[in-house]
DNA sequence: TGACGAGACTTAGATTATCTCAGTCTTGCG
DNA sequence: CGCAAGACTGAGATAATCTAAGTCTCGTCA
């Protein structure tokens, strides 16, 4: 007795992560950041799941959306799911003999922190692949493939590791140190900003008892760490400078600290490893390490 | 520090459910059916998987394919995976009101059992909104949206309903039943077959003690057991009758048995809830209703 | 009170992803 | 040796998904 028409099946699985998305982040904007596509998309996959399911999954309100009860009550099992999902496909990647060691890092960490780093560290590890990709926010280690995250953090998971303080103070080429005696001086000077530390300046000043006068947010801002460090580094400014990130400058002399004052952080530099135990053999040796060689600043 | 390339994300879920599939069927083609496309389509699937994995998911042998060691490890928290997705959906649909019960059953039951009973079951749960959908094989309840689904089953499960004990007999229209006085004369009859139960003739002939000359596959197949019903009562031959879905014609007079003995089944009615708890408000009470409605058989 | 901004919606059209189809290849089996 | 089963391939069709650009509604702020 044959006749197989075909079967109502679940609905689209694209529609269910979009849908896991908004309403783990109760946005359709900060979904459709997540899912890397633009809101529209997620509106219509919200859309095409509500149809499939027949009910109504977010209230629209004027500002933003509001989970349905019946929605939230379903969402932890959902992302629960995700979760799983995601787990698995680490354990298919696991599988990959050899495979690279991915490392997620803030931009600034990984062109100013990590490369230097990296020729010890694949003689430290021969035969190590590493990848390294640059992000602003660090990856949802649960859900994300990667082995190993980079990132200042206040408060580090208890899976993490925490390196040492870090501090921050000006610096400048040697040329412009020589003419700043005290802290009014910095009126005088271009005042170079990272576009996402803008209030360091701030912070550093006030904490240093700088005059009020000097304005903390002049000046150009970067929107990599680089290059503002690379302007730096040219004399075209007073960049405000992460130990973890200038030392080895500081230590060569191509930069100098005008000032002694430093500013401790409540952010350091952690390393994050992923919550279900460590996905590639060799990361939790490549942590130790490189929690070792914060210490021991590269040279060059 | 901006800077946000598109991150490397999970590999297409489509890709995962396909590999997901195929891994537990161990075959392209199976899995191909599963899910209700081509297996040229598997082959795709899981061909990308393998690229983004960088990993051989399946050694492709002569005759079918075969799982490497790390598919197989990573299969069973895949499985769940889908599963908890399957479930969370549940959960979703669980909060439409009012939504009609989904009931999944083999062709001859939905036709021939289920269908006659519709209109006392209406009369019994005013409001009730119910959808058939008919299907060879059980749906897995775990996976696929059914709130009840009935099927003839050797073994039910725990969470399962099997109905009193059944037993074919041949019937056909009471003209032929007139001329047939004891087993030997079937040899000159046409005997009627589903295509599905074609070993039923040789089963009941064999355990009545009828005469080996009779070809026990001779006669016509079809397709639907409704169909080889229709030609029984159109005088066509002698059809071998499941007693829960010809009884109501015997009773009629519409069809006649002419023999008196019966061969009890191993396989039994079976109502079927979903293992994770009825998913729709009214499942439990249904159940009990059809439960209870097999043993009075519907008028006409 | 009115301009603005945030956030979601809509539609058309473009872009991808996915599927089918038809043919091929290999191998086990009769 | 021919056939059947099961998987692969590549081209082309189809369907799913995304983007883009313009709307709409409401808060907020001047």
Sequence with gaps: MPLAPPRPRLPSLNALRAFEAAARCESFTKAAEELGVTAGAVTQQIRQLEAWLGIRLFDRLAQG???TPAARAALPRLSRSFDMLAHSVQDLRAAHENRA????ALPCIAQLWLSPRLPALQQAFPGLLVSITAMEQPPDLKREPYDLALFYLEDAPTTAQALDPDA???VCAPAIARRLEN???LANETL???????????RWLASAGAPKTIDPHGGPAFSLYALALDAALAGAGVL????SLIGPHLEAGRLAAPFEYRLTMPDRLTLLAPPDGPSHPRVAAVMEW???????QPSS
């Design 240 to 243: 405000m400078g992460r130990m």
């Design 168 to 170: 921050i103070l000006p």
């Design 192 to 202: 170079l900003h990272d576009a996402v530390w803008r209030d360091d300046w701030a």
């Design 65 to 67: 959306v509001a989970l």
């Design 183 to 185: 802290t009014a001086d």
């Design 101 to 104: 060691l991915a490392i997620a």
């Design 290 to 296: 490189l929690g070792s060689s914060a210490n021991s």
